[in-house]
């Protein structure tokens, strides 16, 4: 059973997340996750925020960082 999840757009700068059950949230920061590994995945993108890199690659680090430590969570992933 795959779980989709989309992160909505950015709209005048605030970030909400839409959940399986469309309910919706707003993050206080400029990052959001969720899902099984989301504790994880909020770690590595909190500890990657003030580091020039590639949005791209932070978002990778994180997802990588999530599938190491959740057995739930495991890739392919794929980043658009």
Do not use: W
Not at 50 to 60: A, D, E, K, S
Request: overall charge positive; hydrophobic content about 40%; aromatic content about 10%.
């Amino acid at each position: 059973d795959i779980l989709s999840i989309r992160l909505s757009r950015v709209y005048h700068h605030q970030l909400p997340v839409r959940y399986s059950d469309y309910s919706v949230s707003e993050s206080i920061y400029n990052y959001a996750a969720i899902g099984s590994g989301f504790m994880v995945a909020l770690g590595a993108l909190a500890t990657t925020q003030n580091v020039n890199i590639y949005p791209t690659t932070r978002l990778r680090t994180a997802l990588d960082a999530t599938a190491q430590h959740i057995a739930t969570v495991r890739g392919p992933f794929i980043v658009e």
